[in-house]
T-cell receptor
Framework: GQNIDQPTEMTATEGAIVQINCTYQ??????LFWYQQHAGEAPTFLSY????GLEEKGRFSSFLSRSKGYSYLLLKELQMKDSASYLC?????????FGAGTRLTVKP | DTEVTQTPKHLVMGMTNKKSLKCEQH?????MYWYKQKAKKPPELMFV???????INESVPSRFSPECPNSSLLNLHLHALQPEDSALYLC????????????FGQGTRLTVV
């Protein structure tokens, strides 16, 4: 079975840093994806963590702890355009299944 | 070319109609997926094709029928749908099943009346 949890909504200020957490309990776990989805648009890939640790990609970083069933997405220097839903998705048994998503609102 | 193209973008159909959604990619990806997304909900996995063979059917009702004619194309045939089937249908592809990033199409917004 699978259970992926992330906060429903978050609000942050332009220029700030925000951390979006994701916990999972899945069988056949292979890795953890993060996707960004703007309203009315398709999800776009942000990161994929297989091994424990932090991976940095520009303003976005993603962290994974397999032993704790925990991941986070870190967004730095927030911009207004970062207002979107952020979806964590587990790769379990080679299929990607999404959590409920976190709706992030960036305010001036 | 990193595009997944879906047609049509919008579709309104009656409950007795038969229609098809189409998805195309030319990235040489060998895995293709159908997801269903309701408003303010995450995408839900429906079907997975790997090397043009159906690998996963997530207990989807038979009124949805997938087809993968070749490695670049994925169809979703619709018949006798219900109003609750109205949603955004997203197609995605990845190089291989599960181990790499998936590229999503813009989706078909389906309304069943």
């Amino acid at each position: 079975g699978q259970n992926i949890d992330q906060p429903t909504e978050m609000t942050a200020t332009e220029g700030a840093i925000v951390q979006i957490n994701c916990t999972y309990q899945t069988s056949g776990f292979n890795g953890l994806f993060w996707y960004q989805q703007h309203a009315g648009e398709a999800p776009t890939f942000l990161s994929y963590n297989v091994l424990d640790g932090l991976e940095e990609k520009g303003r976005f970083s993603s962290f994974l702890s397999r032993s704790k069933g925990y991941s986070y997405l870190l967004l730095k220097e927030l911009q207004m355009k970062d207002s979107a839903s952020y979806l964590c998705a587990s790769n379990n048994n080679n299929d990607m299944r999404f959590g409920a998503g976190t709706r992030l609102t960036v305010k001036p | 070319d990193t595009e997944v193209t879906q047609t049509p973008k919008h579709l309104v159909m009656g409950m007795t109609n038969k229609k098809s959604l189409k998805c195309e990619q030319h990235m040489g990806h060998r895995a293709m997926y159908w997801y269903k997304q309701k408003a303010k909900k995450p995408p839900e996995l429906m079907f997975v094709y790997s090397y043009e063979k159906l690998s996963i059917n997530e207990s989807v009702p038979s009124r949805f029928s997938p087809e993968c004619p070749n490695s670049s194309l994925l169809n979703l045939h619709l018949h006798a749908l219900q109003p609750e089937d109205s949603a955004l249908y997203l197609c995605a592809s990845s190089q291989y099943r599960g181990n790499t990033e998936a590229f999503f199409g813009q989706g078909t917004r389906l309304t069943v009346v």
